[in-house]
């Protein structure tokens, strides 16, 4: 079966800091995807960034990394230099197979990210 | 205007009550989606459509039914509401083929049943 484990419920970081969620994975597909999404307190859904099974560097979008280690199945997100509008639950998720068909989303528990000043 | 969009965005009902979430989108997608979100459980799959004439049961179906009347819209039903269906819903869709293929969240629908 497949699996998105968010380990920190909670993580508090300083403004202007680095910080790293962790999510690792569970698949015997040897294609997927690894997304991680944003959600603020207003609910939306903002996705942040992508790694493929196959892709050979990590990922980055501005701001937010994926350190992606294939072999430990696991895809840390990096945010760099966080800023009071990164508070918000970040949720890592996976593309995968349900019934067969590849396409829907399985997602962690999610982190919430609070930034002090 | 908003790509994906979900009525009502908040909605209050009693239990026993019949009641349909409704989703449009004007990206195009074939593919579109319905998850619910409980507080520290993330998102979980309710139903997946990947054209009019597919639909199928995702992780958590008992409870729910849904419609696609077009590619565009892709509506949800709780045929007799429970306490325990308390949630907020999402719809999302995607497109095959394109990369990262990622899914397109609607703003979500609270729902909550007395």
């Known amino acids: 079966a497949q699996k998105i484990t968010q380990t920190q419920p909670g993580m508090f970081v300083q403004e202007k800091e680095a910080v790293t969620l962790d999510c690792t994975y569970d698949t015997s597909d040897q294609s997927y995807g690894l997304f991680w999404y944003k959600q603020p307190s207003s609910g939306e859904m903002i996705f942040l960034i992508y790694?493929?099974?196959?892709?050979?560097q990590n990922a980055t979008e501005g701001r937010y990394s994926l350190n992606f280690q294939k072999a430990r199945k696991s895809a840390n997100l990096v945010i760099s230099a966080s800023q009071l509008g990164d508070s918000a639950m970040y949720f890592c998720?996976?593309?995968?197979?349900?019934?067969?068909?590849?396409?829907?989303?399985?997602f962690g528990k999610g982190t919430k990210l609070s930034v002090k000043p | 205007d908003a790509d994906v969009t979900q009525t009502p965005r908040n909605r209050i009902t009693k239990t026993g009550k019949r009641i349909m979430l409704e989703c449009s989108q004007t990206?195009?997608?074939?593919?579109m989606y319905w998850y619910r979100q409980d507080p520290g459980l993330g998102l979980r799959l309710i139903y997946y459509?990947?054209?009019?004439?597919?639909?199928n049961k995702g992780e958590i179906s008992d409870g729910y039914s849904v419609s696609r009347q077009a590619q565009a819209k892709f509506s949800l039903s709780l045929e007799s509401a429970i306490p325990n269906q308390t949630a907020l819903y999402f719809c999302?869709?995607?497109?095959?083929?394109?990369?990262?293929?990622?899914?397109?969240f609607g703003p979500g629908t609270r729902l909550t049943v007395l």
């Open positions: 998720a996976m593309r995968g197979h349900y019934g067969g068909s590849q396409g829907n989303l399985i």
């Open positions: 790694q493929g099974s196959y892709d050979e």
């Open positions: 459509s990947f054209d009019v004439k597919d639909i």
């Open positions: 990206k195009g997608h074939d593919r």
């Open positions: 999302a869709t995607s497109e095959p083929g394109t990369s990262p293929s990622e899914q397109f």
